[in-house]
């Protein structure tokens, strides 16, 4: 049989194989093209309004809008939103001043300090002039012989009014500058406990002890220039006259803690941000103060106790106490109860060294009790100041 003719497994004839056209096995029937295409074109919708599509219906506007309107709702304070609660931005922290203008600040206590013993001295000499010269008719040549004495005579006047000028200045500025918000008076007097009460005192016996002795050091080293301090002292009245007595005793305590232990160790603290370096600077414009060495140099180490005062009891009052201590003792016990003792190096040396061991080693107690009552890794809240 003719394998061309077989038939297959499903017993279907089979097409006879028809040659290749055009290169192609199998040929579809090829229509004619109509309007230029070889496939039908389907029938071509006429345009409406200018479109071959139809036209979805066009809705008629509303309020001026082809399409629907949302509801409008009432506006709320004159806003057409609901308004959100207003939170005021958070203002910046306020910037103190840095360290060098807290330095030159440091500065400024004791030099308004100076300022106003200048002016008491020129207020008190210009009224002892005044009445010199009313007792003797306006004739200024009998007054130019006295003027001397006149200038000496208005000391004890010119300290007495300068101390308290300076408590009252100083007491005002220090509270309006470190006391925010102020406490009441008897927040500090409940500060006022036996233990910081006895510690000022003691201290500051001890460090009228010490400077008799540096005074006695001195005083074997430089006598010429420690006897010209005391004569000065004895002609200003200092130790003899009752109104320099009283301003010594009680007012320079209160000025002079607040200018130093107050404004300018607050102010040094700010610029260097460490304790010992206020404290230092404090002390040493302490002695400077006092304008000659015999006073300036124990006026120094008694500036460093006086600051740990300070800072340890976080109040000018315990400085103030220690202050008048040392001045009451100097004034009405140091010749009394040291006087006896003979001067030279043994005993002048005694004098300064066991009061500042004593005076050392309870501060450090006080550091160490201070410590052990702090909390674990931590230390002791702080404390109002005032």
């Known amino acids: 049989m003719d394998p061309q003719t077989q038939p297959q497994n499903n017993n279907t004839p089979q097409q006879p194989n028809q040659p290749p056209q055009n290169g192609y096995p199998y040929q579809q029937p090829y229509g004619q093209p109509q309007n230029g295409y070889p496939y039908q074109q389907q029938p071509y919708g006429q345009p409406q309004n200018g479109y071959s599509y139809q036209q979805q219906p066009y809705g008629q506007p509303q309020n001026g809008y082809p399409y629907q309107q949302q509801p409008y709702r009432q506006p709320q304070n004159g806003y057409s939103y609901q308004q959100q609660p207003y939170f005021p931005p958070a203002q910046p922290p306020k910037q103190g001043a840095g360290r ?219 400085s103030m106490l220690m202050h008048f201590a040392v001045n009451s003792f100097s004034t009405f016990g140091g010749d009394y109860l040291l006087g006896w003792i003979p001067l030279n190096f043994i005993t002048a040396t005694l004098l300064v060294v066991i009061p500042a061991a004593i005076a050392i080693g309870l501060i450090a107690w006080r550091n160490d009790a201070t410590e052990k009552a702090a909390p674990s890794g931590g230390t002791l809240p702080p404390q109002g100041q005032c």
């Open 100 to 318: 060098v203008a807290n330095f030159f600040f440091s500065l400024l206590p004791m030099l308004s300090f100076f300022a106003i013993q200048i002016f008491a001295s020129f207020v008190m000499i210009f009224l002892m002039i005044f009445v010199a010269l009313c007792r003797t008719d306006g004739n200024m040549q009998a007054v130019l012989p006295y003027y001397e004495s006149i200038v000496y005579s208005s000391v004890p006047t010119a300290t007495a009014l300068s101390h308290l000028l300076a408590a009252i200045v100083f007491a005002f500025w220090y509270r309006f500058s470190f006391r925010k918000p102020r406490p009441a008076i008897r927040e500090t007097t409940q500060k006022l406990k036996p233990e910081p009460i006895l510690m000022a005192l003691g201290l500051g016996i001890l460090m009228s002890v010490f400077s008799s002795g540096t005074s006695g050091i001195e005083s074997l080293l430089f006598p010429q220039m420690v006897e010209d301090t005391y004569e000065m002292m004895e002609r200003s009245g200092i130790g003899t006259n009752g109104l320099v007595i009283f301003a010594t005793v009680c007012l320079a305590p209160i000025g002079e803690e607040l200018v130093f232990r107050g404004l300018t160790m607050k102010y040094a603290e700010k610029a260097f941000g460490r304790f010992w370096a206020a404290n230092l600077l404090q002390a040493f414009l302490f002695g400077v103060i006092h304008m000659n060495w015999v006073q300036g140099v124990y006026a120094f180490f008694g500036g460093l106790v006086l600051g740990w005062v300070a800072h340890r009891y976080r109040s000018v009052v315990f």
